[in-house]
């Protein structure tokens, strides 16, 4: 019904930045509210930052001021610009969209941030 496929992760110095998309397809109208988490080794699941139908967005209290989700509707798609990167910021990311009362997950992507 719903896929969400994570792209833009890789490998980046401590200070540096990366941007990582969010591609939904299916059966689905209109996006629904979305959000980035993470996971690092060893630790749960994370909220990074979420964004509503209408464009509110809330932040993690460790990324405010460095990350940016935004929405495209017309592509249906989800992004995190991610800024001055630091090493505890390494961890798989992924896409989440809560639709139709059921919450669906991309296969997530890898970040690391190098010292």
């Known amino acids: 019904q719903v896929q969400l496929v994570e792209s833009g992760g890789g490998l980046v110095q401590a200070g540096g930045s990366l941007r990582l998309s969010c591609a939904a397809s299916g059966s689905f109208f209109s996006i629904g509210p979305m959000g980035w988490y993470r996971q690092a080794a060893g630790n749960q699941r994370e909220l990074v930052a979420s964004?509503?139908?209408?464009?509110?967005?809330n932040y993690a209290d460790s990324v405010k001021g460095r990350f940016t989700i935004s929405r495209d509707d017309a592509k249906s798609t989800i992004s995190l610009q991610m800024n001055s990167l630091k090493p505890e910021d390494t961890a798989v990311y992924y896409c989440?969209?809560?639709?139709?009362?059921?919450?669906?997950w991309g296969q997530g992507t890898q970040v690391t941030v190098s010292s």
């Open positions: 989440k969209m809560s639709k139709m009362s059921r919450d669906y």
């Open positions: 964004i509503t139908t209408f464009g509110t967005t």
